[in-house]
């Protein structure tokens, strides 16, 4: 893709339903991992006909790697949602591969962004490295960081329903008591 070409992102977005669950996700967060790993099952349990999962990337600087790994599974959107998924996917099931011991110790102290990237490449087997270098790349992730502040989020995994924060959901949940919520 050359430099000039206009950037256009697949959302990560699963399902056409009527009723919105939006997650707001830190890849390398423990909790957003847990969360991640629920959604095909709820997906398939409560119908994609029924509802939209929508997930936004929520950066934290605490996750030291946050802004690279989110930056790369941005850049995998571009080859569409399913390839940003298993990015994502590849974080969730290597996550000590790419988060710090207490986020500020460990193996990863010797880790550049670079040798992150390859992880994420091999991992995942998707290359989104042209993308991820393209400057223009940032729109889409000040979109998402944007959209979280406009809606007061601040942490992930963090959810909402049909446009309105839900503080008492949380990662360890059930996915049918998530259904219920959602379908209510």
């Known amino acids: ?18 009723h919105i669950f939006e997650v707001f ?12 790993n ?25 996750h030291l790697f946050s802004g690279v ?4 599974i941005l850049a ?11 990015v994502m996917k590849a974080v969730a ?31 995942s087997g998707i290359d989104a490295y042209e993308i991820f270098a393209r400057a223009d790349l940032q729109t889409e992730i000040k979109w998402h960081c944007k959209y979280a502040r406009q809606n007061g989020i601040h942490v992930s995994p963090t959810f909402m329903i049909n446009g309105l924060v839900q503080p008492d959901i949380g990662s360890g949940d059930d996915i049918t008591d998530w259904a219920k919520r959602i379908l209510a």
Request: net charge negative.
């Open 76 to 86: 995998a959107s571009f080859q569409g949602k399913e390839a940003a998924k298993a």
């Open 93 to 123: 099931d290597h996550r000590e591969e790419f988060e710090f011991t207490d986020h500020c110790s460990g193996p990863n102290m010797d880790a550049t962004p670079h040798q992150i990237l390859a992880r994420l490449k091999d991992y």
């Open 1 to 18: 893709m050359s430099q000039n070409a206009t950037l256009s992102a697949d959302p990560l977005v699963w399902g056409h339903g009527p």
């Open 69 to 72: 790994i989110v930056r790369y």
């Open 25 to 36: 996700l830190e890849p390398t967060c423990p909790f957003s991992v847990r969360a991640f």
């Open 38 to 62: 629920k959604f095909d099952a709820l997906l398939s349990e409560v119908g994609e006909e029924k509802m939209t999962l929508k997930i936004r990337l929520q950066s934290q600087p605490w």
